[in-house]
């Protein structure tokens, strides 16, 4: 039985490191739209085509790409390759660290005030889950030449954090006795490893939805998101399908059956189902590209109402998760 | 059909498709239709119809799990709920449609594994193929300047562990024979966990019972309030254990935003596992189930039972012991129940009870303000005439029919609370009932199911198979040696696959080069990617991206 004390001084702090983090990632967002807007569009078709896209009001703070605006590239001067555009996209990959790691001190410090897997309610959830997306951005990132998807990604991690501080938000304290099991930390990390994979991918495939083929764009070509997309997905369902497993070994060991179609599992599992759906797709001629893409993003909406949805619509077993009323 | 519409059909179709073989009579149409089962489209097609059908199963509350609100749902909107009944929205997961999908799917995800497994069988040991003309026309190739003869060449890719044929000037290897076994262990594997979940089904039970403190339980069919047996399960294989309730503890958030948030329950049980057996004292808790041979007791849920004892007019105890009580409100533990004295002379009595674990005076009315017991009291409703017992009409021990009752003196809505040991004197002479103690109640399920190891097993290995097919790339290189000219090519063989492959055939070119001084020609470009190859090497998310960097 855990402690009924709570340190309220650590579940300040972790309250106000959240929001600083909130105000790093939309810094952040704002760095990488800046070169986004002023760095050098890459070449998708040869420079000599007429047109080509700019990117205005890209520091707007909208999740969607910025809006485009056509020029004609006879009449506009050639892009400089401005410096301080690279400066900002290294100032912008610095200040998402830093949001990183307020957005982990934010964690710990919760997780230290109740003694417990800081993962007990929606709000603890939604904003592990938001750490876990810049998270995998960041690595790939070390990794890879993705810059161009940082806007995104600190935008929609700020999003995440800010609707879970608004209208999620709940005190720090103890958890319902049926979440006191070293489950909650194999089913639930494994949960939130898979859905801030899920969440790069989702992005990746917005972008390459948006993404017009054969001109200029400071978005990367279309084959390049969709083997963003993919490889997230590659290494997340694994993950996904082991936090389902470990969900289901749980709810033997909670409730008295592995699996008993209570609302949450069968959202799971069509969550399941859908990325299943989304690989086979991709596999599948006449189904590869766009359409593939789709249903990507089917999946990841029926993720995103899983993990939102369930827990405010339905009653079920998993209604534990302290949604504020 | 006519045939018209099978030759539009068949040409709109995709190459997975076979043409409609028309006039082939009935064979040919059961080829069809087998083929058209177990292909990929059929398949993705089921999976979403299987997703899309388990949906409703989330919206409608569903009989196998919350049976006392479907019985809402038909009181609330009777019209709605017989139609819902109708397509099975109750039951969603036990219809005949949502078994059709399931059946079709599993037939063809049968069909579709069972011959790749003897195509694979097959593959194993078949040697890979002769290396091709022109290596430059492969996505990744390279040529060199060298003295590599075709047995070092052969020597070098075997210690990567590819398998190697030999000609007299070229080797042909292939590597990731992984890939496929992984993907058909995963598909095994989930027929697998599909029969095991049906056996479970087929050769476990479930129960659940209520029990009150200090009292007991021993594990047959009669005992529980509701058994639900699988169709192979007869009454006698139920494990033979048994178990008295010692106590139960529930403690809770005594102030603060929280107050009233349960923190742990616990239960202490004496259990025998078998009839002779010495007693052995287990504590039950959430999460923390009692496991006699496989067979598990988990602890539910939990309430108030106040004893009473009630007296009728001419002097009898007509009734004495635990009610269980039932909550509405889980932060106060407001609860109701019922008292029902069919003995009672000389006319049957009845009492409907309102449990307060916690009193305080609020205004003319009193409410309990947190869900322990620190101060209990009931709140009785008196009723006396006929119980309506004998119609034969099954009743829920959690409600009074009142159609032939009548309260017995003034009713109020708020009557004072009596206090443990207070005793309250029915009007017209008709006896008295006394509030003698407080005890709890905890619910069980007792579970029995053995699938459930099966259907581990198979999980897992499904996931390892999975990870295999996903991460594991087939790929195949061929090297041609003329002279001192080398040409070397690679390709895999995985839809949308390629990534990293780039990055280990750079690497295969370095050892193939061995020591022999760098002459890069071709697209690959070999020199620029061997160095970070190194760093990047086989990591899943490696630089595939690169290409369109450039
Ligand atoms: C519950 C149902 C199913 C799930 C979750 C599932 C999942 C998967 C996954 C994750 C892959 C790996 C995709 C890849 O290699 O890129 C795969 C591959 C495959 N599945 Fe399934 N599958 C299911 C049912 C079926 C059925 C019914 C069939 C046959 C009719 C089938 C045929 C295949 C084939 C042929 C592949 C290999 C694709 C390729 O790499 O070429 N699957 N499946």
Not at chain 1, 212 to 239: C, M, T, W, Y
Not at chain 2, 193 to 222: D, K
Not at chain 2, 248 to 276: C, N
Request: hydrophobic share 45%.
């Amino acid at each position: 039985m855990p402690p009924a004390q709570v340190n309220e001084g650590l579940a300040t702090l972790s309250d106000q490191l959240i929001l600083v983090t909130v105000l790093l990632y939309l810094a952040a967002m704002i760095a990488y739209a800046l070169e986004l807007a002023f760095g050098r569009a890459r070449t998708a078709v040869a420079p000599a085509k007429s047109r080509r896209l700019v990117a205005v009001g890209a520091g707007a703070g909208s999740s969607a790409p910025a809006e485009s605006a056509e020029e004609d590239a006879s009449s506009a001067t050639p892009v400089p390759p401005a410096g301080w555009a690279l400066k900002a996209g290294a100032a912008a990959v610095v200040v998402s660290w830093l949001g990183w790691a307020t957005n982990l001190g934010g964690i710990l410090t919760r997780g230290i005030a109740v003694d417990r897997w800081p993962w007990g309610n929606m709000y603890e959830f939604v904003v592990a889950l938001c750490f876990a997306s810049v998270t995998v951005f960041l690595v790939l990132l070390t990794r890879q030449p993705i810059r161009f998807l940082g806007a995104f990604v600190t935008v929609a991690a700020a999003l995440g954090l800010g609707f879970a501080v608004l209208f999620l938000h709940v005190q720090a304290g103890p958890v319902m006795p049926a979440l006191n099991s070293y489950w909650i930390a194999i089913h639930v990390t494994a949960a939130v490893i898979a859905g801030g994979l899920f969440l790069v991918s989702g992005v990746s495939a917005v972008l390459y939805l948006v993404r017009n083929d054969g001109r200029l764009s400071v978005l990367p070509s279309k084959e390049q998101l969709d083997r963003i997309a993919h490889r997230a997905i590659v290494i997340g369902f694994p993950i996904w399908t082991f936090a389902v497993i470990a969900g289901a070994l749980w709810a033997d060991r909670a409730w008295g059956r592995y699996w008993g179609w209570d609302p949450k599992e069968v959202w799971s599992f069509i969550t399941w189902i859908a990325y299943a759906a989304y690989l086979h797709a991709r596999a599948t001629a006449g189904w590869r590209g766009k359409a593939a893409m789709i249903v990507s993003l089917v999946a990841f909406g029926c993720l995103l109402f899983n993990l939102v949805g369930v827990n405010i619509f339905f009653s079920g077993l998993h209604s534990y998760a302290d949604v504020p009323k | 059909m006519t045939k018209k519409n099978d030759t539009t059909e068949a040409t709109g179709a995709t190459e997975e498709r076979e043409a409609r073989p028309v006039g082939l009579g009935v064979v040919g149409w059961l080829r069809w239709g087998w083929r058209t089962l177990t292909s990929m489209r059929t398949a993705l097609i089921l999976l979403f119809l299987f997703a899309l059908g388990s949906v409703p199963g989330s919206i409608y509350p569903q009989r196998s799990v919350d049976p006392g609100r479907v019985a809402q749902y038909f009181q609330n909107s009777p019209t709605e709920a017989k139609w819902l009944d109708r397509f099975w929205m109750f039951d969603v997961f036990t219809s005949p449609w949502f078994a059709a999908i399931y059946l079709l799917l599993f037939l063809s995800l049968a069909g579709c594994v069972f011959p790749r497994a003897v195509a694979h069988f097959k593959e194993l040991r078949r040697k890979p193929p002769a290396a091709p003309r022109n290596l430059h026309r492969l996505p990744q190739n390279a040529a060199f300047d060298g003295d590599l003869t075709v047995e070092e060449a052969a020597a070098r890719l075997r210690r990567d562990r590819f398998r190697v044929v030999t000609g007299p000037d070229w080797v042909a290897a292939e590597k990731g024979y992984l890939r496929e076994t992984g993907n058909l262990l995963f598909h095994v594997s989930l027929l697998a966990l599909l029969f095991a979940v049906g056996a479970g089904a087929l050769f476990g039970y479930r129960g659940n019972v209520l029990v009150v403190e200090g009292e007991g339980f021993s594990n047959t069919v009669a005992a529980y309030d509701r058994f639900m047996p699988g169709q192979q399960v007869s009454a006698e294989s139920l494990q033979p254990f048994s178990f008295t309730v010692k106590d139960f503890q529930a403690t809770y958030i005594a102030s603060g935003e929280k107050r009233g948030q349960p923190l742990d329950y616990s239960a202490t049980l004496s259990v025998q596992d078998t009839p002779t057996s010495r007693p052995r004292d287990v504590e039950l808790k959430v999460n923390e189930p009692l496991d006699v041979n496989g067979t598990l007791t988990y602890l539910l849920g939990h309430g108030y039972a106040p004893t009473f004892k009630v007296v009728d007019g001419k002097g009898n105890t007509a009734f004495e012991g635990p009610v269980p009580c039932l909550a509405g409100d889980q932060m106060t533990y407001t609860s109701e129940c019922v008292i029902k004295a069919p003995d009672a002379q000389p006319d049957q009595l009845g009492f409907l009870i309102r449990f307060l674990p916690t009193t305080v005076p609020n205004g003319k009315a009193w409410v309990s303000i947190f869900p322990g017991a620190a101060n209990p009291t009931v709140q009785i409703f008196p009723f006396s005439g006929d119980l309506g017992l004998k119609s034969g009409q099954p009743q829920s021990v959690y409600q009074l029919d009142t159609k032939s009752l009548k309260p017995l003196g003034k009713m109020s809505a708020d009557p004072t609370p009596l206090n443990v040991g207070d005793t309250k004197e029915l009007a017209d002479g008709a006896g008295s009932i006394q509030f003698t103690g407080v005890k709890e109640w905890i619910s069980l399920q007792t579970a029995y199911d053995p699938g459930r190891l099966p259907a581990l097993i198979a999980a897992a290995l499904a996931v390892i198979g999975l990870v295999l097919s996903l991460t594991v790339q087939r790929r195949r290189v061929w090297v041609r040696v003329k002279g001192r000219q080398v040409t070397v090519g690679g390709l895999t063989r995985t839809e949308g696959g390629g990534a990293g492959f780039a990055e280990e055939f750079a690497e295969i070119l370095t050892k193939l080069r061995g020591a022999a001084p760098a002459e890069p020609s071709g697209h690959s470009q070999p020199e620029d990617r061997s160095e970070d190859a190194s760093a990047s090497d086989r990591e899943p998310v490696s630089p595939s991206t690169r290409s369109s960097e450039e």
